[in-house]
Every structure is written in structure tokens, then in C-alpha cells.
């Protein structure tokens, strides 16, 4: 078995990224389902992990979600203007889960996003 991390930035994505992409948050089931081949262009670096070829699992930054902040949500209001950008989108196959292919891609796009907020 074979685990290959892929990051792509913006200024690189391809349809065929953006489509990958797309079929991966479906199957996630999180994300509203309008036009969800736009959000990997609402990210600045996306990664696919892939198995033996096989595209299983994705992440991404991507731009912040100010609602998140929220007290429905993380309850942080004072912390929504320090950041530009947030973790996301994160989704692994079930059938490859707890293999830590997530925690990979966690590590990966941060190391490849660096210090910047």
C-alpha cells in the first residue's frame, strides 16, 4: 500500500482538482451541494491524499468562515479578525479511516501554509 499527499495551490488547481474535489465533499455530506465545484477555488492550497492511486481523503485552507466564530459555534467572537484563513474541508474515505491519512494532511498543509495567521 502505497500513501501519496498531493498539495495543490490556488494558482495550480485544474479542473480535474477542483472536480476531485467536488465528489469528495459530496460524499463527505457536510458542505452545501450548491456549486461545490467552486470551493476548492475558495482555498489557497488543497491536498489529496491518495492510495495505490486512488484518491482517498482531502483537506484544505481555506478562507475563514466568519460565522464560525460565532457563539452558536466556537463561541470566539474576539478572535474572528485575527485570522484570514482556517483548516477545512477535511474528509477521508470511511474504508481508510483511522490509518491518521487526516492527521498527514493536517500536518502537511500547515507545514506547506507556514506562519502566516
Not at 59 to 69: M, P
Not at 97 to 104: F, T, V, W
Request: net charge neutral; with cysteine; hydrophobic share 40%.
Amino acid at each position: 500500500m502505497k500513501v501519496e499527499f498531493e498539495v495543490v495551490d490556488k494558482i495550480d488547481l485544474q479542473d480535474q482538482h477542483r472536480q476531485l474535489f467536488a465528489n469528495m465533499l459530496k460524499l463527505q455530506g457536510k458542505v452545501r451541494v450548491d456549486n461545490l465545484l467552486s470551493k476548492a477555488d475558495r482555498c489557497k492550497s488543497i491536498c489529496i491524499a491518495s492510495i495505490d492511486g486512488k484518491p482517498v481523503a482531502i483537506g484544505a485552507i481555506k478562507t475563514k468562515t466568519s460565522t464560525d466564530f460565532t457563539d452558536t459555534k466556537a463561541d470566539l467572537p474576539q478572535l474572528e479578525k485575527e485570522f484570514n484563513w482556517e483548516l477545512g474541508y477535511l474528509y477521508t474515505d470511511p474504508d481508510f479511516q483511522g490509518q491518521k491519512i487526516a492527521q498527514n494532511i493536517v500536518r502537511i498543509l500547515i507545514h506547506h501554509f507556514g506562519n502566516d495567521n
